[in-house]
């Protein structure tokens, strides 16, 4: 298999431009092919000349590619899937992973995986029941910024797609350098969140070398009934990700935000609502409150509509910012994990 380009630095660009016989300034030229003018084949870049272009294509891929498939929601929601390779020892296994554009008023966000499957094992989301079949590299993340339609329209992003981004923190960070990198896609960090259940050596990395904003996905302020939903609990505490994160500033350009999936009867009393106001005390943070959809073989329920807005009425009672996140393109199975678990088991079929 051809080494791929997307995701290269531009150092790095620039060394395999001076490879192939080229001058330096050529990995500027490469960048902004890829970056920022996006092409999707060595013939498009012009500027480099033809005999350059050849040996770039005979040891060097791009590392775009489109949509295996694609679904519309009725709200303009829509659902990609990607096929991926990604390598398990030391072959490679075939999968497929999932982005989502989701447009709201001037905004388009892009949802975008970082692993096929998933090792975390949450018991809600049907990635975690699919287990891990490998992490993408930066090439298969950048990818999906590039590969769905009107890639340029794109305003945001958030990696709350298949997998914890933070259990593949080199392909992420890589991902995340070139998406803001001047040479690169050139975003603001402020347009960019990570999601993660709190991988604390990487989230300590994270916080430290990053600059893009934060979620931690919480669910639930009791570590036993936390655990019992979310077995990473066992090796990273909800404590101790907290008393990391409370070390550093939220108060200006980057945030820290908590996803908290509504389950009818599980997390959603007013004892619940009380100890994660205590958990939350004095950090800048939001909370959003996220609509369960209902996966098979899981006896659980989202809760009613009152008993979210009394919870979150009651957080924002006491000074946390909460909102209740508008559910999205329930119509073609937009909740993380599903299309490509779908698409997996249809292929088991045939
Ligand atoms: Fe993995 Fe996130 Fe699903 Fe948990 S919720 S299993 S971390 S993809």
Redesign the pocket.
Known sequence: MKEKLLGKTLDELKAVAASCGLKPFAGSQLAQWLYVRKVRSFDSMTNISKAARETLAERYEIGVSDPAGKAVSSDGTCKYLFRVSCPVGKATEDSAVEAVVIPDSDRRTLCVSSQAG?????R??M??RQGFHGNLDAADILNQFLSVEDPDSLTNAVFMG???PLDNYEAVSRALAVLTAPWGFAWSPKRITVSS?GVIPSLTRYLKEQKCHLAI?LHNPFPAERQDF?P?EKAWHLQDVLALIRQYDFSGQRRVSFEYTMFAGWNDTKRHADALIRLLKGLECRVNLIRFHRIPDFPFECSPQGVMEGFRDRLENNGITCTIRASRGEDILAA??MLAGRHKKEENHD
Do not use: A, L, Q
């Not at 998933?118 to 949450?122: E, H, R, V, Y």
């Open positions: 998933c090792k975390m094992g949450c809600f989301c990635t975690g298949m997998g914890e259940i996905s979310m990473s993380c994990g």
